[in-house]
């Protein structure tokens, strides 16, 4: 099995910052592409960020220019730095990773359980 647990969410004051981590593990053969999603109260999930294992990235608007993230491949690690939050900013983070199992060439997805960041006006 595969197994992703993000970590580094909690409580911050409107424009602070927050860093956080997602790290894969279980049965891993490579992993095409990573990505960070936002669900907020009463709210449908929400793509924030995407890296693929070449280093392309791409973000919503809401967060271009506020966010950066990165990947380690050798540790089937991502990162979200997230600087100028905002209020709208809260909500629960999910990484999600598009992960190759060994000895097949069949990509799935596979979702954290999620880490809370909540943003104070």
């Known amino acids: 099995q595969v197994q992703l647990v993000e970590s580094g969410g909690g409580l911050v004051q409107a424009g602070g910052s927050l860093r956080l981590s997602c790290v894969a593990s279980?049965?891993?053969?490579?992993?095409?592409?990573m990505g960070w999603y936002r669900q907020a109260p009463g709210k449908e999930r929400e793509l924030v960020a995407i890296?693929?294992?070449?280093?392309?990235?791409n973000y919503a608007d809401s967060v271009k220019g506020r966010f950066t993230i990165s990947g380690d491949n050798a540790k089937n690690t991502m990162y979200l730095q997230m600087s100028s939050l905002k209020p709208e900013d809260t909500g629960v983070y999910y990484c999600k990773g598009r992960v190759v199992v060994p000895l097949t060439s069949v990509s799935s997805d596979y979702w954290g359980q999620g880490t809370q960041v909540i943003v104070s006006s």
């Open positions: 279980g049965r891993i053969s490579s992993i095409n592409a």
């Open positions: 890296i693929t294992r070449g280093g392309g990235t």
